[in-house]
Nanobody, 117 residues
């Protein structure tokens, strides 16, 4: 599976971001997609995940009020939307794939989100 994240850029505080993660290749081997982010000097942080078949989601508690995750299985694409952006949301956002019994271990190239006025 190959993954590519899209949609980063400059966002004003209080605004929203909408990111896409497009999967290609052996997509049948992918059980689910997770979104992670990493700010400079900080550890990678889990944001949210979704399973392709069931659509069941998991959102990290820190983001439950601000994040939605969805997928379009026909387009092999997972979407992440985050509202109420703050400067501390600035980070590289990446998506990763997991198999049914494995960790998120197939990573796509991330997309940079900068929250600034």
């Amino acid at each position: 599976v190959q993954l590519q994240a899209f949609g980063g850029g400059l966002v004003q505080p209080g605004g929203s971001l909408s990111l896409s993660c497009a999967a290609s290749g052996r997509t049948s081997s992918s059980y689910g997609i997770g979104w992670f982010r990493q700010a400079p000097g900080k550890d990678r942080e889990f944001v949210a995940a979704i399973n392709w078949n069931s659509g069941s989601t998991m959102i990290a508690s820190a983001f439950k009020e601000r994040v939605t995750i969805s997928r379009d299985s026909a387009k092999n694409t997972v979407y992440l939307r985050m509202n109420g952006l703050r400067t501390e949301d600035s980070a590289v956002y990446s998506c990763a794939s997991r198999t049914i019994d494995g960790p998120f271990n197939l990573w796509g190239q991330g997309t940079l989100v900068t929250v600034s006025s």
